[in-house]
């Protein structure tokens, strides 16, 4: 079993999409993929086409919540949300999940909460090939358990100077905080998303990123494949269907595809 999470200190760059978007891939290729909404703003939870008001649902904020007993898997795990994908389970988020930064904040071991959780339940987990980790834009407490939880941190970056900011900041940062809970560096990808091949501003983008001297950090985790905008990636989301079942012939199937063949290629995944 595999843990890869997505982060980055940018908002609204693709984090979820390619989270979504990669587990309905790894799912279709017949890994047994579980994914993880640890986003307050519950959009995977949406994508996945999953009601977060349903009466009941128990979220990842029930691992957090350290004031009750912590749920057992089978309950917290919903099973095959999308018909289609029977391999793709999921944890739905919630927007509690703001109160369980409050409560955990001064707890010992406030970092390993998840990762406790699943050794804890690893007969469990082992099921899955893959645990798939969204976050949202912050090094939170919360954000940080889904980062030392990880095999693999996957930064994401649209084609802006605030979002290789926003990685590089990420990267700051979660060295200062890694050290200090003694995790060897994790970070093992960069990944480029809503490229527009029409718009010279995107060339150069990339030409910066490959040739300057300030985004060597990042040049070395660079992924060749990098992900177009294309307008299909969107209407999927609001299908409530990974790209790779709403249109497998899209340029934004096939970039995500490609990029998923890197990373098995690349041993990351
Ligand atoms: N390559 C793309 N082509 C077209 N639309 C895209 C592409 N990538 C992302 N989007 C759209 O852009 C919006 C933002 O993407 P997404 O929600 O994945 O970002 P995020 O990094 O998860 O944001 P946040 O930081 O708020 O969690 C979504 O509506 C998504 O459908
Ligand atoms: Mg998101």
């Known amino acids: 079993m595999k843990i890869l999470t997505f982060g980055t200190l940018k908002g609204g760059v693709g984090k979820t999409m390619l989270c979504f978007n990669i587990g309905?891939?790894?799912?279709?290729?017949?890994?047994?993929?579980?994914?993880?909404?640890?986003?307050?703003?519950?959009?995977?939870?949406?994508?996945?086409?999953?009601?977060?008001?349903?009466?009941?649902?128990?979220?990842?904020?029930?691992i957090y919540n350290i004031d009750e007993q912590q749920p057992d898997p089978e309950a917290l795990v919903y099973r095959s949300p999308i018909d289609r994908l029977p391999n793709l389970d999921m944890i739905a988020g919630s927007i509690f999940l703001h109160k369980a930064e409050l409560?955990?904040?001064?707890?010992?071991?406030r970092e390993q909460i998840?990762?406790?959780?699943?050794?804890?339940?690893?007969?469990?987990?082992e099921q899955y090939d893959y645990l798939l980790i969204d976050t949202n834009p912050s090094m939170s407490i919360v954000n940080q358990n889904?980062?030392?939880?990880?095999?693999?941190?996957?930064?994401v970056s649209d084609v802006s100077m605030n979002a290789i900011e926003g990685a590089q900041l990420f990267i700051a940062l979660w060295e200062d905080a890694r050290k200090r809970l003694r995790r060897e560096d994790n970070i093992r990808g960069f990944i480029i998303n809503d490229y527009d091949a029409r718009n010279k501003?995107?060339?150069?983008?990339l030409?910066?990123?490959?040739?300057?001297?300030?985004?060597?950090?990042?040049?070395?985790?660079?992924?060749?494949?990098i992900i177009p905008r294309n307008v299909r990636i969107t209407e999927s989301e609001l299908a409530a269907?990974?790209?790779?079942?709403?249109?497998?012939?899209?340029?934004?199937?096939?970039?995500?595809?490609?990029?998923?063949?890197?990373?098995?290629?690349?041993?990351?995944?």
């Open 24 to 62: 309905g891939i790894l799912s279709q290729l017949d890994y047994k993929v579980l994914v993880i909404d640890g986003d307050l703003q519950g959009n995977l939870t949406n994508n996945m086409g999953i009601d977060r008001t349903r009466e009941g649902l128990l979220t990842t904020y029930d």
């Open 103 to 109: 409560k955990i904040a001064s707890v010992a071991g």
């Open 114 to 125: 998840l990762s406790n959780y699943l050794n804890d339940h690893r007969d469990f987990f």
């Open 146 to 155: 889904a980062f030392l939880a990880a095999d693999a941190i996957l930064l």
């Open 201 to 205: 501003i995107s060339a150069d983008f």
């Open 207 to 225: 030409e910066y990123l490959k040739t300057s001297p300030d985004t060597a950090d990042l040049r070395e985790l660079l992924f060749e494949t």
């Open 241 to 269: 269907l990974p790209i790779s079942i709403y249109d497998l012939r899209s340029k934004g199937c096939d970039a995500i595809a490609s990029l998923v063949d890197e990373m098995l290629a690349r041993h990351i995944i």
